[in-house]
């Protein structure tokens, strides 16, 4: 079964890049949302490994998101993902899955 992830970003090319990325590796599928809205559909409708914030999201709405991952998931790991090639984004990921 492969590994879950959420990725969670504001820009749209950014957001399509991150998820080809991840989804090139055969252990993971990735889901994206562009606003809280739509990451909170998305996490409802399926049971997550990971979680990671893109960069651009204001404060308040990484908070309001964290509060409700943890509320409804408390062993979900969440990650911010500060950008760099798709090696950054392959350790952070594996990092989050070993903690």
């Known amino acids: ?13 950014i957001l399509a890049t991150v998820l ?8 993971w599928q990735a889901f994206g949302a562009g606003t809280d809205e739509e990451a909170i559909l998305l996490f409802k409708q399926r049971r997550y490994n990971l979680v990671l914030f893109g960069s651009g999201i204001a404060e308040d709405s990484e908070n309001k998101l964290r509060s409700f991952f943890c509320a409804h998931q408390p062993d979900i790991r969440i990650v911010q993902h500060y950008g760099g090639g798709s090696g950054l984004l392959g350790n952070e990921i594996r990092e989050a899955l070993e903690r």
């Not at 079964?1 to 090319?13: D, F, P, S, T, V």
């Not at 080809?20 to 252990?27: S, V």
């Open 20 to 27: 080809r990325l991840i989804n090139q590796n055969d252990d």
């Open 1 to 13: 079964m492969k590994i879950q992830i959420l990725y969670i970003g504001r820009h749209a090319e």
